[in-house]
């Protein structure tokens, strides 16, 4: 088993790791996972250390931050999506609050550009009237070293080279009301974490998420807020200063006069 490459540091030191799906989620700060243009009419709220929630200015789009620190996954990010403000939700995400931060600001830069490119154009990006295939999400896992699973009920899944993440994806409808998209850090019986992306998500959000979690790109955290359970899997990119050698104590200096006796 390989040695723990934080045994022996401070728990308040930052250290860069990877992978990025046993990282820990990084501070909960609404602006960081949300790179939105709030200072572009981009309603923003957020109550002291509690739930926040931002929306854009044409109100088609929401999302929000529910901190539930007692709770598995404590707590959740939402994005929803609705063709008309008010409106029915067309499509949703969600992700637990103990996912990468990272995953979330990609995630939503991506939204935050399909957002501009529909105010531009006379194209609907947000609501699949020009989505790239489902391939483009997980294409870039096989180049990862991810394995691949394929089953006859409608469903394939993707899995970490160090059996640690996965994404399955609904390439069949079932009927049902399962996302079409879900993935999670760790073991799926007792994730660190998961993402779930309904029916209707734009492929290229899809896309994004994958690109951040395989991102060799390292993370910065706090080794105190780093998952215990994983630490031997971590790789540590961050070069730690070694201490310096011990040395004698410098002894006292010559006398005054002292000289070489001839």
Known sequence: MPPDPLKNLDPAQRVKILPRHLAGPGPADPRTAWPFLFDEGWPFHRAEQGPAA????????????????????????????????????????TFDATTPVELLHDVHAELLDLYLEDLHSDRNYLFGDTTPA???????????????????????????????????????????????????????????????????????LVAAFTASLISTEPVDRAVT?????????????????????????????????AGRIR
């Not at 200015?57 to 063709?83: H, I, M, N, Y």
């Not at 009920?153 to 009301?177: E, K, N, V």
């Open 54 to 93: 931002a929306a854009s200015p044409c109100l088609r789009l929401w999302t929000t931050f529910v901190p539930e620190p007692d709770k598995l996954g404590q707590g959740t990010w939402t994005t929803s999506a609705s063709r008309v403000p008010s409106d029915r939700v067309a499509w949703r995400i």
């Open 134 to 204: 489902a391939y483009e999400a997980y294409a870039p896992l096989f180049a990862q070293g991810w394995g691949h699973n394929v089953r006859t009920d409608g469903t394939q899944t993707f899995t970490c080279w160090d059996g640690l993440a996965g994404i399955r994806h609904r390439y069949a409808s079932t009927g049902s009301d399962v996302p079409e998209w879900m993935a999670w850090g760790g073991y799926l019986s007792e994730p660190l974490w998961q993402a779930r992306f309904s029916t209707g998500t734009p492929t290229a």
């Open 225 to 257: 807020d780093i998952p215990s359970q994983f630490r031997r899997q971590l790789y540590l990119t961050t070069p730690v200063p070694k201490p310096a050698p011990s040395r004698p104590p410098a002894g006292p200096p010559p006398s005054p006069g």
